[in-house]
Structure formats: C-alpha cells, structure tokens
C-alpha cells in the first residue's frame, strides 16, 4: 500500500512540472527535421583549415598538435626536405580516440586546425572515424575563422621618378644664345674673305 502511495505521488509531481510548462515556447526541437547549433566555442570534431586565398593547407608540419593531443588520436606525417623544411604528407585524426579536449587547436601557430562545431558523424563501422588529410580539408573548408598569421609583407616595386616638364625659353634667353652664334659666323666669313699675301701673290705669278 505504501509503494502505491508512492507512486501517486511521484505521479502528482510529474505533473505538476509538466503543467508549469504549457503554454510556454517549447525547450526541445525535433530532430531531425530541426538542427540544434552549437555554440560558436563549441568543441566539435577536429578539421584542418586552408588558406582563404590559395584554397592550400595552412599546416606546415610542426607536429605540434599531435605532441600536444593526450590520447594519441593524432598522427602526422612531415618529413624534412632537402632545403631542411618540412613537407607534410599525411594528417590523420582518429575521432574514436579524440576526446575533444581543443589542445591540439591551442597549441597550433597557423591557424591550421579548429574543433568545428559539427556532430553529425556517427557510424556502424569505427574505422569510418579514422579521417584523413583529404576528408579533414574538406571538412574544413566552409569553417570561417579569423587568421592570424604573421605574412611576409609583399615588395612592391619603386616608383618610376616624373619626368620632368620641360620649360621653354624666354625669348630673352634665347637671343642671348644667338649672339655668340651669329658673332663665330660672322668672324669664319671675314676668314675667308681676307686677300691673299704678297707672297701668295708670288707664288701665283710664277
């Protein structure tokens, strides 16, 4: 007899929590047909960020990230070169290990990877949870984010120096120049003239 009383009254409870609520704007959503969205800080799944003008890899292969993930859930790739500089050639994050801790976000310099607020990825087979460089980009790619990465600022060619207009003369100027050209014309045309010398003369007689 107690437990049915028990129960009556947990029963009233219950009911009087749900009457609290009718008539208010409803708390839940139906999902699937409505989607809830995260919270802009939210920690979703891991994606890797792309450059938003060359559309290429932010990483650089630091391994940064997977020194920092605490579960091992990141595996990355980057040999060193010849010119010394690392080349990255596979990124993989197993979302099944990943506890979404955002460590891996915080300790990146390039703003090469993000916890996306996505959450949309449960499957039958676990192996479907190991994603690699290819689905991690294209994951990433409609993800804003600010980037803050420090550029090399482009060299842009000097300026070619104005020519200078050139200014025409004043008449004064100019007959000034002429004088000494008239004078040197003048002097070469008395040259010429001169009569010849008496010896000149001599010569031409005999």
């Known amino acids: ?5 028990d129960h009556i009254v947990n029963l009233v409870k219950g009911l009087g929590i749900t009457s609290k609520h009718l008539g208010r704007h409803a708390v839940t959503i139906q999902y699937p047909e409505e989607k809830w969205e995260m919270p802009e800080r939210s920690r979703g799944v891991v994606i890797l960020l792309s450059d938003k003008e060359t559309g290429e890899l932010n990483c650089t292969g630091c391994l940064l990230c997977m020194k920092a993930c605490p579960t091992a859930a990141i595996r990355v790739d980057a040999p060193r070169g ?13 979302n099944a290990l990943c506890c979404y801790c955002g460590l891996c976000e915080e300790a ?7 916890m996306a607020g996505m959450y949309e990825f449960s499957t039958l087979d676990i192996n479907d949870m190991i ?20 550029k090399k600022p482009v060299k842009k060619a000097a300026p070619k120096p104005a020519e200078k207009p050139v200014e025409a003369e004043s008449p004064a100027v100019a007959e000034q ?3 000494p050209a008239e004078a040197e014309s003048s002097a070469d045309a008395k040259q010429e003239e001169k009569p010849a010398s008496s010896e000149e003369k001599k010569e031409n007689e005999g």
Request: glycine residues 2%; contains cysteine; charged residues 50%.
């Open 131 to 150: 994603w690699d460089m290819k689905k991690l980009q294209e994951m990433g790619r409609d993800v804003p984010y600010e980037d803050t990465r420090k």
């Open 82 to 94: 010849e010119d010394k500089k690392r080349v990255l050639k596979s990124f993989t994050v197993d």
């Open 1 to 5: 007899m107690k437990k049915v009383l």
């Open 177 to 179: 120049e002429k004088e």
């Open 108 to 114: 990146c310099n390039f703003c090469a990877i993000k």
